[in-house]
């Protein structure tokens, strides 16, 4: 009955097929014809096997249906496949839809044209050409032309009346030869698309690997193509496969296969694919097999790394293969989730050991959709378990490839989500459909080690010659997640030795000692002992050799030991680790309360009791509880270091403020750890989660607590930060409550992926510069201002407390606090941060309860008063308010006059100080006469002048960090040469700027209150400085332009060597800087020219607002151009040049180098205009 089972399949159908196109060249003739039959079963295995697609679709009406099995049986001949009605529509199927399927899944459409065509026949032509179907026209009748479908009226029929017939198939033959590569192409990725689109869109159907690079390559050749072209469809497809390659969901099914049984995993790979399985089939996602440079093997052990399950076609050839075997034994070792199909009778001795306890699926003997819907039951079972394998393994061999490096180690939820997967309990004497390998425990464990802050469960002591236990033991302990210390892989690059082991030792909950013949004669083991005894740490021990009693150190010889030396068999072993987990289970959560707060209370008596260290909130309340339910303990009590930093810590309870906290990503936690620590060091109080929350607490409650108590907001700059939902949620909860925010750079990180509010700030850099000199930064950073920040911090901790209460006067500030809040506010309009709405409408109610208080007071009094005498008191009243006005005027004119002579004298002061400065600090007793040129404005043609320029002599000078002591990106020192060229003597001020915004229809940016005028423009971006010179330029037809890094040099230095251009010193009133004596102190920018100029006649090149230049950054002054021309480079970063009003006067040296990116305005930038090297006449 030509059942579909008794089809050639295989390699035993491609070589039929290819015995069928066997050519007999020279005269030669076949020994024996090919049946007519026998052409049939190889075209019909050939359909099957290529899932019912065709070589051509025959459109023929029923009384030429007999002309249509002679084309087939033709066509058969060649091994051309053909579609028709009565062979192809199956039983009980749509064949209208049918009949559209085999028109999509034909390369060509062939008509018979005859003088009558049906208006069905015609449908199904349409339908062809929709689909741009190749469309031959067969003539089987002669048939007048006005009867030929206009759309077939240009095409070249072939001739298939009878007396033509013969040529007729020659020709049909020729055809479908020409160009079949192209149209098998569109026609597969045309069933493709079209299955893509009824699936939803799902991305099983999207093509991957080879098929997607072919198909990319197809798609490009043939885009012009004139006739029958790809499709929108294609080209809509391919797009979709390319983007999805980066965010694909995993494989859940590698198919491992012998080629002889191709036809058979075709046939399951497309049946997976429709039932919403996702597949790795190598004919379909493996890279193009010509490609020399690709590892097949390791491309092949990749995917099935990344596949939920690996399913195995058996049979002999499977069975014998030494592919499928390499594929079996790798998935093992991953622990995969095995699944055998049989599809073909194999012999069991046959069968790889891996799978001789596995079961198997039959589709040999069974009904090939009773045992798919058994395979696809199975499939289907404990996914999340089985997914969860696959992501877990992934990310523990990328972590494996990259040096098991810190950051990438699972994090936050992962990290406890896996744990959690790891700890997975298989009970009812169900087993897991898969294993997690020793890596990923030993991943998962290290993860929780670095998110402990390096401590662990267990202190590991032994020989080494003990070894090979050790790893045993240590593998076992990590499959429930339990985490070890070893000086193999805990000691870091570096470290003292010796002072690592006791750390890891102090840094454990218990310690595990194994006795053994080497481990009892050793030094080190007994040192390791004595130091866990000294710290009452918790000792297990494990006889891992037959060693007698007598030879036991003494510590340990009434201790009962765990014995690993009687074990027959795994059995004894596994129990034996039971027995080592029920003793870390038992008191759990007293020893490692034990050991954190002993880690901490060294620390605290190491840095002479730094009360940074002391404990605060409710890690001073689970303390104290501890304690109290530990102190009559007999074994392991609390030391009396416990005591003495709970005690301390008790009386400095309510005094400790947070002066910064710490947000960053966990990929960034040894960066962050150890700024936390050299923090605490310098007598910094931090709050960092890692040891500031504990478990089973509202973690995003307490790290909200944890910003509004903080001074500061440090924030750790990396890829992975800025990309964190975390991080974002603790950025704007910081910026909502106007935290101050400092940002240090670990990780390069571009500017524009950054949250907004820290785009505007500038950062000190930890990634180009060295650990201590950016701390010492950040230290300087975190007491700028300390006090302001600090009563910021309290104020609206207070205002928070009054709007949780509904705004309670209960909770309003008294007398004394509300003075002392006015005083704030006044002193804190021009710092950082500002004071917030919440406080101001705090303060400003404060302010109005007092005041309504005190008119109820006094209105009582009055009353009072009145129904005693009131006319003579009223009279009296009047008398004393009078005098009390006069003498209150007497008083303020007094005090004015007092202000005034103290200014008087301070100006005087400051004037005498000034000239001492001038004589001792100067190198030169008088000033040379300036060696600046003359003095040029140049008009503006819509009138007016432009900034006023100072030309500069041409020179060469030392550029760089001359004197020492500078910053890393200040060298090396070099020799620039400079050409003459003219350069604005201020900075550009809002005058010059808001000429140029009203010109050009642009927003004026913002002074702050500060004024306008002479002032320097401030808020620009690098790109509005541009926009204003060339605006000058158009205005004046010179060529302005910014001044590059070295011209902005010479011109600051104005022919000195010095820090600054009047020498080492920074000196009093020289300059508009933090500590410069300035009347503006560091609240606001200075007019420009309020100091005296260099000796090239330049003003503010010390100090009052850093100004943009042409050059891009580069982190050193290696290859640096030595011709003072702009210094090209790559990035979005700018150089900022001469410090401003709120930097220290070690930013505003001549050598100093400031960065930040282009898009970037702030209050303290700004920007001067250069002109020249010479190329016209002023």
């Given at each position: 009955?030509?059942?579909?089972?008794?089809?050639?399949?295989?390699?035993?159908?491609?070589?039929?097929?290819?015995?069928l196109?066997?050519?007999?060249?020279?005269?030669?003739?076949?020994?024996?014809?090919?049946?007519?039959?026998?052409?049939?079963?190889?075209?019909?295995?050939?359909?099957?096997?290529?899932?019912?697609?065709?070589?051509?679709?025959?459109?023929?009406?029923?009384?030429?249906?007999?002309?249509?099995?002679?084309?087939?049986?033709?066509?058969s001949?060649h091994?051309?496949?053909?579609?028709?009605?009565?062979?192809?529509?199956?039983?009980?199927?749509?064949?209208?839809?049918?009949?559209?399927?085999?028109?999509?899944?034909?390369?060509?459409?062939g008509?018979?044209?005859?003088?009558?065509?049906?208006?069905?026949?015609?449908?199904?032509?349409?339908?062809?050409?929709?689909?741009?179907?190749?469309?031959?026209?067969?003539?089987?009748?002669?048939?007048?032309?006005?009867?030929?479908?206009?759309?077939?009226?240009?095409?070249?029929?072939i001739?298939?009346?009878?007396?033509?017939?013969?040529?007729?198939?020659?020709?049909?033959?020729?055809?479908?030869?020409?160009?079949?590569?192209?149209?098998?192409?569109?026609?597969?990725?045309?069933?493709?698309?079209?299955?893509?689109?009824?699936?939803?869109?799902?991305?099983?159907?999207?093509?991957?690997?080879?098929?997607?690079e072919?198909?990319?390559?197809?798609?490009q050749?043939?885009?012009?193509?004139?006739?029958?072209?790809?499709?929108?469809?294609?080209?809509?497809?391919?797009?979709?496969?390319?983007?999805?390659?980066?965010?694909?969901s995993?494989?859940?099914?590698?198919?491992?296969?012998?080629?002889?049984?191709?036809?058979?995993?075709?046939?399951?790979?497309?049946?997976?694919?429709?039932?919403?399985?996702?597949?790795?089939?190598?004919?379909?996602?493996?890279?193009?097999?010509?490609?020399a440079?690709?590892?097949?093997?390791?491309?092949?052990?990749?995917?099935?790394?990344?596949?939920?399950n690996l399913?195995?076609?058996?049979?002999?050839?499977?069975?014998?293969?030494?592919?499928?075997?390499?594929?079996?034994?790798?998935?093992?070792?991953?622990?995969?989730?095995?699944?055998?199909?049989l599809?073909?009778?194999?012999?069991?001795?046959?069968?790889?050991?891996a799978?001789?306890?596995?079961?198997?699926?039959d589709?040999?003997?069974?009904?090939?959709?009773?045992?798919?819907?058994?395979?696809?039951?199975?499939?289907?079972?404990?996914t999340?378990?089985?997914?969860?394998?696959?992501?877990?393994?992934?990310?523990?061999?990328?972590?494996?490839?990259?040096?098991?490096?810190?950051?990438?180690?699972?994090?936050?939820?992962?990290?406890?989500?896996?744990?959690?997967?790891?700890k997975?309990?298989?009970?009812?004497?169900?087993?897991?459909?898969?294993?997690?390998?020793?890596?990923?425990?030993?991943?998962?464990?290290?993860?929780?080690?670095?998110?402990?802050?390096?401590?662990?469960?267990?202190?590991?002591?032994?020989?080494?010659?003990?070894?090979?236990?050790r790893?045993?033991?240590?593998?076992?302990?990590?499959?429930?997640?339990?985490?070890?210390?070893?000086?193999?892989?805990?000691?870091?690059?570096?470290?003292?030795?010796?002072?690592?082991?006791?750390?890891?030792?102090?840094?454990?909950?218990?310690?595990?000692?194994?006795?053994?013949?080497?481990?009892?004669?050793?030094?080190?083991?007994q040192?390791?002992?004595?130091?866990?005894?000294?710290?009452?740490?918790?000792?297990?021990?494990?006889?891992?050799?037959?060693?007698?009693?007598?030879?036991?150190?003494?510590?340990l010889?009434?201790?009962?030991?765990?014995?690993?030396?009687?074990?027959?068999?795994?059995?004894?072993?596994?129990?034996?680790?039971?027995?080592?987990?029920?003793?870390?289970?038992?008191?759990?959560?007293?020893?490692?309360?034990?050991?954190?707060l002993?880690?901490?209370?060294?620390?605290?008596?190491?840095?002479?009791?730094?009360?940074?260290?002391?404990?605060?909130?409710?890690?001073?309340?689970?303390?104290?509880?501890?304690?109290?339910?530990?102190n009559?303990?007999?074994?392991?009590?609390?030391?009396?270091?416990?005591?003495?930093?709970?005690?301390?810590?008790e009386?400095?309870?309510?005094?400790?403020g947070?002066?910064?906290?710490?947000?960053?990503?966990?990929?960034?936690?040894?960066?962050?750890?150890?700024?936390?620590?050299?923090?605490?060091?310098?007598?910094?109080?931090?709050?960092f989660?890692?040891?500031?929350?504990?478990?089973?607490?509202?973690?995003?409650?307490?790290?909200?607590?944890?910003?509004?108590?903080?001074?500061?907001?440090?924030?750790?700059?990396?890829p992975?930060?800025?990309?964190?939902?975390?991080?974002?949620?603790?950025?704007?909860?910081?910026?909502?409550?106007?935290?101050?925010?400092?940002?240090?750079?670990?990780?390069?990180?571009?500017?524009?992926?950054?949250?907004?509010?820290?785009?505007k700030i500038?950062?000190?850099?930890?990634?180009?510069?060295?650990?201590?000199?950016?701390c010492?930064?950040?230290?300087?950073?975190?007491e700028?201002?300390?006090?302001?920040?600090?009563?910021?911090?309290?104020?609206?901790?207070?205002?928070?407390?009054?709007?949780?209460?509904?705004?309670?006067?209960?909770?309003?500030?008294?007398?004394?606090?509300c003075?002392?809040?006015e005083?704030?506010?006044?002193?804190?309009?021009?710092?950082?941060?500002?004071?917030?709405?919440?406080?101001?409408?705090?303060?400003e109610?404060?302010?109005?309860?007092?005041?309504?208080?005190?008119?109820?007071?006094?209105?009582?009094?009055l009353?009072?008063?009145?129904?005693?005498?009131?006319?003579?008191?009223?009279?009296?009243?009047?008398?004393?308010?009078?005098?009390?006005?006069?003498?209150?005027?007497?008083?303020?004119?007094?005090?004015?006059?007092?202000?005034?002579?103290?200014?008087t004298a301070?100006?005087?002061?400051?004037?005498?100080?000034?000239?001492?400065?001038?004589?001792?600090?100067?190198?030169?007793?008088?000033?040379?006469?300036?060696?600046?040129?003359?003095?040029?404005?140049?008009?503006?043609?819509?009138?007016?002048?432009?900034?006023?320029?100072?030309w500069?002599?041409?020179?060469?000078?030392r550029?760089?960090?001359?004197?020492?002591?500078?910053?890393?990106?200040?060298?090396?020192?070099?020799?620039?040469?400079?050409?003459?060229?003219?350069?604005?003597?201020?900075?550009?001020?809002?005058?010059?700027?808001?000429?140029?915004?009203?010109?050009?229809?642009?927003?004026?940016?913002?002074?702050?209150?500060?004024?306008?005028?002479?002032?320097?423009?401030?808020?620009?971006?690098?790109?509005?400085?541009?926009?204003?010179?060339?605006?000058l330029?158009?205005?004046?037809?010179?060529?302005?332009?910014?001044?590059?890094?070295?011209?902005?040099?010479y011109?600051?230095?104005?022919?000195?060597?010095?820090?600054y251009?009047?020498?080492?010193?920074?000196?009093?009133?020289?300059?508009?800087?933090?500590?410069?004596?300035?009347?503006?102190?560091?609240?606001?920018?200075?007019?420009?020219?309020?100091?005296?100029?260099?000796d090239?006649?330049?003003?503010?090149?010390?100090?009052?607002?850093?100004?943009?230049v042409?050059?891009?950054?580069?982190?050193?002054?290696?290859?640096?151009?030595?011709?003072?021309?702009?210094?090209?480079?790559?990035?979005?970063?700018?150089?900022?040049?001469?410090?401003?009003?709120?930097?220290?006067?070690?930013?505003?040296?001549?050598?100093?180098?400031?960065?930040?990116?282009?898009?970037?305005?702030?209050?303290?930038?700004?920007?001067?205009?250069?002109?020249?090297?010479?190329?016209?006449?002023?």
């Amino acid at each position: 009955q030509k059942a579909a089972q008794h089809l050639l399949v295989g390699q035993q159908r491609v070589a039929a097929e290819a015995w069928l196109l066997t050519e007999f060249l020279g005269g030669k003739q076949p020994p024996c014809q090919p049946a007519t039959l026998m052409c049939e079963f190889i075209c019909e295995a050939r359909k099957q096997a290529e899932d019912r697609m065709t070589d051509i679709f025959l459109c023929y009406a029923p009384k030429e249906t007999d002309l249509c099995h002679q084309v087939v049986q033709s066509l058969s001949r060649h091994a051309k496949t053909c579609w028709t009605y009565d062979s192809d529509i199956q039983t009980g199927s749509q064949s209208e839809r049918a009949i559209e399927q085999g028109i999509e899944g034909a390369d060509n459409f062939g008509l018979f044209l005859s003088p009558v065509i049906s208006e069905s026949r015609r449908h199904e032509l349409a339908y062809a050409l929709k689909y741009n179907k190749r469309i031959i026209p067969l003539l089987v009748a002669p048939t007048a032309a006005e009867q030929i479908p206009n759309a077939l009226r240009g095409l070249q029929r072939i001739d298939l009346t009878e007396t033509h017939r013969a040529a007729g198939f020659e020709t049909l033959l020729r055809i479908l030869r020409n160009e079949h590569a192209y149209y098998e192409r569109h026609k597969v990725l045309l069933v493709r698309a079209l299955k893509w689109i009824e699936g939803n869109h799902k991305p099983m159907f999207l093509l991957r690997g080879y098929n997607l690079e072919t198909a990319k390559v197809w798609l490009q050749i043939n885009q012009n193509r004139p006739g029958q072209p790809p499709l929108p469809l294609h080209q809509t497809l391919i797009t979709a496969s390319e983007t999805a390659i980066s965010d694909q969901s995993g494989t859940q099914v590698y198919i491992s296969y012998s080629r002889q049984d191709n036809d058979f995993v075709r046939q399951l790979n497309t049946r997976l694919q429709e039932a919403g399985k996702s597949t790795w089939f190598d004919q379909e996602n493996q890279t193009k097999n010509t490609n020399a440079d690709v590892d097949f093997e390791a491309e092949a052990f990749k995917s099935i790394a990344s596949a939920d399950n690996l399913v195995l076609v058996l049979s002999p050839a499977s069975a014998a293969s030494n592919y499928c075997q390499r594929e079996i034994k790798q998935a093992a070792e991953l622990g995969k989730r095995i699944i055998n199909l049989l599809c073909r009778e194999t012999d069991a001795n046959t069968i790889p050991n891996a799978l001789q306890s596995l079961p198997w699926l039959d589709f040999n003997r069974s009904d090939f959709d009773q045992a798919f819907l058994a395979l696809v039951e199975i499939l289907e079972r404990q996914t999340d378990y089985v997914r969860r394998h696959t992501d877990i393994l992934v990310q523990a061999l990328h972590w494996q490839q990259n040096q098991r490096a810190t950051q990438h180690l699972l994090v936050g939820k992962q990290r406890q989500a896996a744990e959690q997967w790891l700890k997975t309990e298989f009970l009812g004497g169900k087993q897991p459909p898969c294993q997690p390998t020793a890596l990923m425990c030993e991943y998962i464990c290290q993860a929780r080690k670095n998110a402990e802050n390096l401590m662990t469960d267990i202190f590991i002591c032994y020989d080494e010659q003990d070894k090979a236990i050790r790893n045993q033991v240590i593998q076992s302990l990590s499959r429930y997640a339990k985490t070890c210390w070893t000086h193999v892989s805990d000691i870091q690059k570096g470290a003292n030795y010796e002072r690592a082991i006791e750390q890891g030792i102090e840094n454990a909950d218990n310690f595990c000692y194994f006795i053994s013949p080497y481990a009892v004669a050793s030094d080190y083991c007994q040192r390791e002992l004595n130091h866990a005894l000294q710290y009452n740490k918790r000792v297990v021990p494990l006889l891992i050799a037959p060693t007698p009693a007598s030879a036991f150190p003494e510590a340990l010889q009434g201790l009962q030991y765990i014995d690993l030396t009687d074990n027959t068999c795994q059995a004894d072993y596994d129990s034996d680790i039971d027995d080592i987990l029920n003793i870390l289970k038992h008191e759990q959560d007293y020893y490692k309360q034990h050991k954190v707060l002993q880690v901490l209370a060294l620390k605290w008596a190491t840095e002479n009791r730094n009360p940074a260290f002391l404990l605060r909130g409710h890690n001073l309340e689970n303390a104290q509880i501890w304690l109290r339910l530990s102190n009559k303990r007999q074994q392991h009590p609390p030391l009396e270091l416990h005591h003495q930093l709970i005690t301390a810590s008790e009386a400095a309870k309510g005094q400790l403020g947070t002066e910064v906290f710490i947000s960053y990503s966990r990929k960034d936690g040894d960066f962050a750890r150890h700024l936390n620590t050299v923090l605490q060091e310098a007598g910094k109080t931090t709050w960092f989660d890692q040891v500031s929350i504990s478990t089973g607490v509202d973690f995003e409650k307490k790290i909200y607590k944890g910003i509004d108590g903080a001074d500061n907001f440090v924030f750790v700059i990396s890829p992975d930060a800025v990309q964190s939902e975390y991080c974002k949620r603790e950025v704007n909860y910081a910026a909502d409550n106007s935290k101050r925010f400092i940002s240090v750079l670990h990780r390069e990180t571009s500017p524009d992926t950054m949250p907004l509010a820290l785009r505007k700030i500038h950062w000190i850099d930890f990634k180009d510069t060295t650990f201590d000199k950016s701390c010492r930064k950040l230290i300087q950073a975190i007491e700028l201002d300390r006090e302001h920040v600090h009563q910021h911090t309290m104020l609206q901790q207070r205002a928070h407390d009054w709007a949780e209460n509904n705004r309670s006067a209960d909770f309003l500030l008294n007398i004394t606090a509300c003075a002392n809040a006015e005083s704030w506010q006044t002193t804190a309009q021009n710092k950082l941060p500002a004071p917030t709405v919440l406080q101001l409408d705090f303060i400003e109610n404060s302010r109005q309860a007092i005041k309504a208080n005190k008119w109820r007071k006094a209105l009582m009094i009055l009353t009072t008063v009145s129904m005693i005498a009131a006319v003579i008191l009223a009279v009296v009243a009047v008398v004393q308010m009078n005098e009390a006005d006069v003498e209150r005027q007497k008083a303020n004119v007094e005090r004015e006059n007092a202000k005034q002579a103290e200014k008087t004298a301070e100006k005087q002061t400051l004037l005498a100080e000034q000239e001492r400065q001038k004589a001792n600090v100067c190198e030169k007793a008088k000033p040379e006469p300036t060696k600046a040129g003359r003095v040029f404005q140049n008009a503006l043609k819509d009138g007016g002048l432009g900034p006023e320029m100072i030309w500069l002599p041409a020179g060469k000078f030392r550029m760089g960090d001359i004197q020492g002591g500078g910053d890393d990106d200040e060298k090396p020192v070099h020799e620039v040469s400079i050409g003459r060229f003219a350069m604005s003597r201020y900075e550009v001020t809002f005058d010059e700027y808001d000429r140029f915004a009203e010109a050009t229809s642009r927003n004026k940016p913002r002074d702050r209150g500060w004024g306008r005028g002479k002032r320097p423009v401030i808020s620009v971006f690098w790109h509005d400085a541009v926009d204003y010179v060339k605006w000058l330029s158009e205005q004046t037809q010179k060529p302005y332009r910014l001044p590059s890094e070295a011209e902005w040099e010479y011109a600051a230095r104005a022919g000195t060597d010095t820090k600054y251009y009047w020498g080492n010193q920074s000196g009093v009133n020289f300059g508009h800087f933090r500590g410069s004596g300035s009347e503006w102190s560091v609240q606001q920018t200075a007019p420009v020219g309020s100091f005296a100029p260099n000796d090239f006649g330049i003003y503010d090149t010390v100090g009052n607002v850093w100004e943009w230049v042409a050059d891009p950054w580069h982190s050193s002054y290696d290859n640096a151009p030595s011709d003072g021309s702009v210094w090209k480079g790559e990035g979005d970063f700018r150089v900022l040049r001469g410090g401003s009003f709120n930097d220290f006067s070690f930013s505003c040296r001549a050598a100093y180098r400031g960065r930040n990116t282009s898009g970037l305005r702030s209050c303290d930038l700004g920007f001067r205009v250069a002109v020249g090297v010479v190329a016209w006449t002023e």
